[in-house]
């Protein structure tokens, strides 16, 4: 009868169903793993101590190594610039694993930012080869992006920018943590990743949708959404030619501009659905502004090599 009663009446049922959905959400957080935890408080907490910053000047007011640095990134990567030599391919090393779901999506105020669990196995996904300086394990994933009027991509390649970079960082394995990384030149690899919106993709990127439909979850600062089922850190590559990429020693685009990352940027670009894409600029920073244009203006190279891998 009284069951019934809240039936009848629209705003208990309401309250009901918000019941449910909570006991969804907290039994999820439940099921993380300690060390996934620790792994997503400790990327919190290097986010805390990087201060605050925004990208109103595409990072050009940004103090410290960021300012003083001579090893910045991002930069152009210029193919008639480059050393084209025989580099080792990348080895990539249980990307085709299931990752432990489910995985936490943060809108951090800079970024949508997925820390990366291990595998179901519990291995992490990693990488060597290339110019890589050891075995790096996979860390975190995250994207720059622009606006409807412009595109985001921190990198140019030949003057061009995409719409879109992501960041897969990875850590060398001989490091304890990230931060401990971030101070040796040989602590940490980011593979760049560039998106081109195209309205009709050929092919469907069930990986990143994954993550781009939890999006509209995560508008607001400091705000969360998990992602259940299957992911593979390879899914996020979609079926880009891993080949051919650019290669050189640069920096963490992102304050303290820690000058402790070897760079692979793919030339192959993940053509992917403009729908998608839009999703990214209704995400709200921590003054409540559009978090739109979060990427880094391009850097001096100085008298940095930059390498080329050719299929040819
Ligand atoms: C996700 O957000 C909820 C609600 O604000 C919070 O209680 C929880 O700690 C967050 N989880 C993580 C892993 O950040
Ligand atoms: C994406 O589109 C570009 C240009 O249309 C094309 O050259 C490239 O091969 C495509 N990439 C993939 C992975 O399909
Ligand atoms: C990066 O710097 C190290 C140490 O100076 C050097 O050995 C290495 O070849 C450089 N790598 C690239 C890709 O330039
Ligand atoms: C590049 O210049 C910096 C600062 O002047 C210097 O410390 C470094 O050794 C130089 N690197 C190369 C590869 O010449
Ligand atoms: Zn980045």
């Given at each position: 009868m009284l069951f019934l009663n809240h039936c009848n009446d629209a705003i208990p049922f309401r309250l009901l169903l918000l019941a449910i959905l909570g006991c969804a959400c907290s039994h999820a957080y439940i099921e993380l793993t300690e060390e996934y935890l620790n792994d997503i408080k400790a990327d919190e907490k290097a986010e805390v101590k990087a201060g605050e910053y925004n990208y109103d000047h595409q990072g050009d007011d940004w103090q410290g190594t960021c300012k003083d640095?001579?090893?910045?990134?991002?930069?152009d990567l210029i193919y008639d610039d480059a050393v084209v030599s025989s580099i080792p391919r990348i080895r990539f090393k249980n990307y085709d694993r299931s990752l432990q779901t489910p995985l936490v999506l943060v809108n951090n105020g800079h970024t949508a930012n997925l820390v990366l669990p291990a595998t179901i196995g519990g291995q992490r996904a990693s990488i060597s080869g290339g110019l890589l300086p050891g075995m790096f394990e996979a860390q975190s994933v995250h994207l720059h992006w622009g606006s409807a009027l412009s595109k985001g991509s921190e990198h140019a390649i030949n003057f061009e920018r995409y719409d879109i970079e992501m960041h897969i960082v990875h850590k060398n394995r001989k490091y304890g943590s990230i931060s401990e990384a971030s101070e040796?030149?040989?602590?940490l690899a980011v593979l760049g990743v560039m998106f081109r919106s195209t309205r009709?993709?050929?092919?469907?990127?069930y990986g990143l949708n994954k993550i781009f439909n939890q999006l509209p979850r995560i508008t607001q600062y400091q705000s969360n959404a998990t992602i259940q089922g299957v992911l593979t850190v390879?899914?996020?590559?979609?079926?880009?030619?891993?080949?051919e990429f650019y290669s050189y020693n640069g920096s963490l685009t992102?304050?303290?501009?820690?000058?402790?990352v070897t760079w692979t940027v793919f030339k192959d670009t993940i053509n992917y659905s403009d729908r998608q894409i839009q999703k990214l600029w209704s995400l709200k920073d921590s003054r409540q502004q559009p978090l739109i244009n979060n990427y880094r203006s391009l850097q001096d190279v100085y008298n940095r090599t930059v390498y080329y891998r050719s299929v040819n």
């Amino acid at each position: 009868m009284l069951f019934l009663n809240h039936c009848n009446d629209a705003i208990p049922f309401r309250l009901l169903l918000l019941a449910i959905l909570g006991c969804a959400c907290s039994h999820a957080y439940i099921e993380l793993t300690e060390e996934y935890l620790n792994d997503i408080k400790a990327d919190e907490k290097a986010e805390v101590k990087a201060g605050e910053y925004n990208y109103d000047h595409q990072g050009d007011d940004w103090q410290g190594t960021c300012k003083d640095g001579n090893r910045q990134s991002p930069i152009d990567l210029i193919y008639d610039d480059a050393v084209v030599s025989s580099i080792p391919r990348i080895r990539f090393k249980n990307y085709d694993r299931s990752l432990q779901t489910p995985l936490v999506l943060v809108n951090n105020g800079h970024t949508a930012n997925l820390v990366l669990p291990a595998t179901i196995g519990g291995q992490r996904a990693s990488i060597s080869g290339g110019l890589l300086p050891g075995m790096f394990e996979a860390q975190s994933v995250h994207l720059h992006w622009g606006s409807a009027l412009s595109k985001g991509s921190e990198h140019a390649i030949n003057f061009e920018r995409y719409d879109i970079e992501m960041h897969i960082v990875h850590k060398n394995r001989k490091y304890g943590s990230i931060s401990e990384a971030s101070e040796n030149w040989d602590g940490l690899a980011v593979l760049g990743v560039m998106f081109r919106s195209t309205r009709r993709p050929l092919s469907t990127q069930y990986g990143l949708n994954k993550i781009f439909n939890q999006l509209p979850r995560i508008t607001q600062y400091q705000s969360n959404a998990t992602i259940q089922g299957v992911l593979t850190v390879g899914q996020l590559l979609g079926n880009i030619v891993t080949g051919e990429f650019y290669s050189y020693n640069g920096s963490l685009t992102t304050p303290d501009c820690a000058e402790s990352v070897t760079w692979t940027v793919f030339k192959d670009t993940i053509n992917y659905s403009d729908r998608q894409i839009q999703k990214l600029w209704s995400l709200k920073d921590s003054r409540q502004q559009p978090l739109i244009n979060n990427y880094r203006s391009l850097q001096d190279v100085y008298n940095r090599t930059v390498y080329y891998r050719s299929v040819n």
